[in-house]
């Protein structure tokens, strides 16, 4: 269930971790590392338990473009301070799992995109790549073997 | 004479001979067991005051096929790896303590076999699924009657085939607030058997993904921070007879299918707008026998397809069943609806390809003519109400207000909203026969 905010202050807002389930996938948002937000402009608030989940609903177009304020995602560095999305830098990390399996994560700054990928492992993008990931991907490109 | 003295003779002889073999017992061998009738076989042991002190150093010594038996006590090792096929059985419950900064026990041999450990305090790692007991690529492990208690995750399942994870409690203490991990986590395994192990206090109490071929069975999975079990890309699993209860939400199956879950119970899955049952992508499955009681919403099916739910009950739950649009030629037959707010709720108007058939409907004001049971008239299980609130959630405020009430019989009266073929055209008129209050199967396991 969604709640209208009303009265806030401006977005993002933060997240109520296990209190609030994605509006893409339904499941519980849980994970700091990786949850995600979108605000309209009449400020209803959209919560996603992960990055490709946001990207999902932004490529179906679930809200109409038009209707979006904006839409924030976590920095992976920094958990639970939501940074804006078109701005990000991404990593489709390998050696991380994230919700939906996409393993996507976020930075503010490239630098420690750069250091994560050190460790994690990965592919680099922007969030237009990431969208087009999404796009992609569909239900029949889902297989049973593990990546 | 002579001849009686001489047998005498002989007698004595051959009792003075026979008589060391009758009272002779094996020399007391520190390093054999007896252990509850099992065979007994050299075995290392390990205790603190032992020769052997560690377990890392009685698997380094150790043949393979060995048994290793580890005595109460605190044991702090560091990670300890098991790399070849033994058995590792503990006495008095050895704590294995991670000290809340490394993975604790890991397994990478095929034919181990664990039992009566105690093991706890894994680290924590944003990058890294710590766990108190991490098996990866192994087959043919057993994990008997172990204990995990406050470990990020509990038992840890990699790339492993055809093991038996049993009659294991695992606790944790996770929070919502904190970042957490699973209980039993099952990941990209096949031919796993899950069978009675207790899982309170993680963030999912049973997850899975990249599941084949496996059995969970009468397992306890409640108190979880999220859900008490979680099954995603996974296909001919097995569920039956688990107890699912007070966990924000009860299970979720998500992109799988061919699953069958029989006999479960999902009970007091309390959050707000939270599920006992969420199926998203789930094709070809069975849902059948389950009792799903006090929860908030109890079904929800999105783009769901081809799946049976028989002899179901729904029992007071807010929502019974929630369908959307794109779950379809789903077919419900024989299941009990009683004392929930809204029987079924769906988000369109458009002719629905789910069947309703059979179910009992305690909302159901028909008659039976013919007395065969079934009524003669449909029933109509969703409510215009209900479709409202699919597209204002906040209108929940108006539940039981004379609006909505008066909404409902407009609509009953003259059909226009509600999709009119989504009708029980056979509705039962009494409560099916099998529809006692059900008892926990495994009430040994508290």
Same mark, same amino acid.
């Given at each position: 269930?969604?709640?209208?905010?009303?009265?806030?202050?401006?977005?993002?807002?933060?997240?109520?971790?296990?209190?609030?389930?994605?509006?893409?996938?339904?499941?519980? +948002?849980?994970?700091?590392?990786?949850?995600?937000?979108?605000?309209?402009?009449?400020?209803?608030?959209?919560?996603?338990?992960?990055?490709?989940?946001?990207?999902?609903?932004?490529?179906?177009? @679930? +809200?109409? @473009?038009?209707?979006?304020?904006?839409?924030?995602?976590?920095?992976?560095?920094?958990?639970?301070?939501?940074?804006?999305?078109?701005?990000?830098?991404?990593?489709?990390?390998?050696?991380?799992?994230?919700?939906?399996?996409?393993?996507?994560?976020?930075?503010?700054?490239?630098?420690?995109?750069?250091?994560?990928?050190?460790?994690?492992?990965? /592919?680099?993008?922007?969030?237009?790549? +990431?969208?087009? !990931? @999404?796009?992609?991907?569909?239900?029949?490109?889902? /297989? !049973?073997?593990?990546? | 004479?002579?001849?009686?003295?001489?047998?005498?003779?002989?007698?004595?002889?051959?009792?003075?001979?026979?008589?060391?073999?009758?009272?002779?017992?094996?020399?007391?061998?520190?390093?054999?067991?007896?252990?509850?009738?099992?065979?007994?076989?050299?075995?290392?042991? #390990?205790?603190?005051?032992?020769?052997?002190?560690?377990?890392?150093?009685?698997?380094?010594?150790?043949?393979?096929? %060995?048994?290793?038996?580890?005595?109460?006590?605190?044991?702090?090792?560091?990670?300890?790896? #098991?790399?070849?096929?033994?058995?590792?059985?503990?006495?008095?419950?050895?704590?294995?303590?991670?000290?809340?900064?490394?993975?604790?026990?890991?397994?990478?041999?095929?034919?181990?076999?664990?039992?009566?450990?105690?093991?706890?305090?894994?680290?924590?790692?944003?990058?890294?699924?710590?766990?108190?007991?991490?098996?990866? %690529?192994?087959?043919?492990?057993?994990?008997?009657? =172990?204990?995990?208690?406050?470990?990020?995750?509990?038992?840890?399942?990699?790339?492993?085939?055809?093991?038996?994870?049993?009659?294991?409690?695992?606790?944790? =203490? %996770?929070?919502?607030?904190?970042?957490?991990?699973?209980?039993?986590?099952?990941?990209?395994?096949?031919?796993?058997?899950?069978?009675?192990?207790?899982?309170?206090?993680?963030?999912?109490? $049973?997850?899975?993904?990249?599941?084949?071929?496996?059995?969970?069975?009468?397992?306890?999975?409640?108190?979880? #921070?999220?859900?008490?079990?979680?099954?995603?890309?996974?296909?001919? =699993?097995?569920?039956?007879?688990?107890?699912?209860?007070?966990?924000?939400?009860?299970? #979720?199956?998500?992109?799988?299918?061919?699953?069958?879950?029989i006999d479960n119970r999902y009970?007091?899955?309390?959050?707000?707008?939270?599920?006992g049952a969420?199926?998203?992508?789930?094709?070809?499955?069975e849902i059948a026998k389950n009792l799903f009681y006090h929860n908030?919403v109890a079904l929800?099916a999105?783009?769901?397809?081809?799946n049976l739910l028989v002899k179901n009950r729904f029992y007071n739950n807010g929502f019974a069943i929630r369908i959307?649009? =794109?779950?379809?030629d789903n077919v419900f037959s024989g299941n009990l609806f009683e004392t929930n707010s809204f029987d079924v709720t769906t988000?369109?108007?458009?002719a629905s390809t789910n069947s309703f058939n059979g179910n009992y409907w305690d909302d159901y004001r028909g008659y039976d003519l013919n007395h065969d049971g079934i009524g003669d008239v449909p029933f109509w299980p969703v409510k215009l109400f209900g479709l409202?609130?699919?597209?204002?959630?906040?209108?929940?405020?108006?539940l039981r207000?004379?609006?909505a009430e008066l909404l409902d019989a407009a609509e009953e009266a003259i059909p226009? $909203?509600t999709p009119r073929n989504l009708a029980d055209e056979k509705p039962l008129i009494a409560r099916p026969s099998w529809s006692k209050p059900q008892t926990?199967?495994?009430?040994?396991?508290?």
């Amino acid at each position: 269930m969604v709640v209208v905010e009303g009265c806030n202050p401006a977005p993002p807002y933060p997240i109520h971790f296990g209190g609030v389930e994605c509006a893409y996938c339904h499941m519980v +948002v849980s994970d700091p590392r990786f949850a995600a937000e979108l605000v309209t402009k009449k400020g209803r608030v959209y919560y996603f338990d992960s990055i490709e989940c946001l990207a999902s609903f932004v490529a179906e177009s @679930q +809200v109409p @473009q038009a209707d979006v304020h904006s839409m924030w995602v976590s920095d992976f560095q920094h958990p639970e301070h939501l940074i804006p999305a078109p701005s990000a830098f991404y990593l489709k990390a390998s050696r991380l799992h994230s919700p939906m399996r996409r393993n996507f994560i976020a930075f503010s700054h490239s630098a420690d995109r750069t250091q994560a990928l050190a460790t994690l492992g990965g /592919t680099q993008m922007s969030w237009e790549e +990431v969208l087009q !990931l @999404q796009r992609t991907h569909s239900r029949a490109n889902t /297989t !049973l073997r593990a990546s | 004479m002579g001849l009686r003295r001489w047998t005498a003779g002989w007698m004595i002889a051959l009792v003075a001979m026979l008589t060391p073999l009758a009272i002779a017992k094996p020399a007391a061998d520190p390093q054999l067991t007896v252990s509850k009738g099992q065979a007994q076989r050299p075995a290392v042991v #390990v205790c603190p005051r032992c020769p052997v002190r560690r377990l890392t150093d009685a698997l380094r010594q150790a043949p393979e096929g %060995a048994r290793i038996i580890v005595q109460s006590g605190l044991y702090v090792e560091g990670e300890i790896v #098991v790399d070849k096929p033994v058995e590792i059985v503990g006495q008095g419950w050895p704590a294995f303590d991670g000290t809340g900064k490394n993975q604790v026990l890991t397994v990478r041999a095929d034919g181990v076999h664990l039992t009566g450990l105690l093991i706890r305090n894994s680290g924590k790692s944003y990058i890294a699924d710590l766990a108190g007991l991490r098996v990866e %690529a192994a087959h043919h492990c057993v994990v008997e009657g =172990n204990r995990l208690l406050n470990n990020f995750f509990g038992i840890y399942l990699a790339s492993t085939e055809d093991c038996l994870i049993r009659d294991n409690e695992v606790h944790g =203490n %996770a929070t919502s607030e904190a970042f957490s991990g699973n209980g039993i986590h099952l990941w990209n395994s096949h031919r796993i058997t899950l069978e009675r192990n207790h899982v309170t206090g993680h963030r999912d109490g $049973l997850y899975f993904e990249f599941l084949q071929d496996s059995a969970v069975r009468d397992n306890i999975s409640e108190r979880n #921070v999220r859900y008490g079990l979680h099954t995603m890309y996974s296909a001919n =699993n097995y569920y039956a007879g688990n107890l699912l209860r007070a966990n924000l939400a009860g299970v #979720v199956f998500m992109y799988s299918k061919r699953l069958r879950a029989i006999d479960n119970r999902y009970e007091d899955n309390w959050g707000a707008a939270c599920y006992g049952a969420l199926l998203k992508d789930l094709d070809d499955s069975e849902i059948a026998k389950n009792l799903f009681y006090h929860n908030s919403v109890a079904l929800y099916a999105e783009d769901a397809n081809r799946n049976l739910l028989v002899k179901n009950r729904f029992y007071n739950n807010g929502f019974a069943i929630r369908i959307m649009a =794109n779950a379809n030629d789903n077919v419900f037959s024989g299941n009990l609806f009683e004392t929930n707010s809204f029987d079924v709720t769906t988000n369109s108007s458009a002719a629905s390809t789910n069947s309703f058939n059979g179910n009992y409907w305690d909302d159901y004001r028909g008659y039976d003519l013919n007395h065969d049971g079934i009524g003669d008239v449909p029933f109509w299980p969703v409510k215009l109400f209900g479709l409202l609130l699919e597209e204002y959630p906040a209108a929940i405020i108006l539940l039981r207000s004379p609006f909505a009430e008066l909404l409902d019989a407009a609509e009953e009266a003259i059909p226009i $909203l509600t999709p009119r073929n989504l009708a029980d055209e056979k509705p039962l008129i009494a409560r099916p026969s099998w529809s006692k209050p059900q008892t926990l199967k495994n009430a040994s396991v508290q």
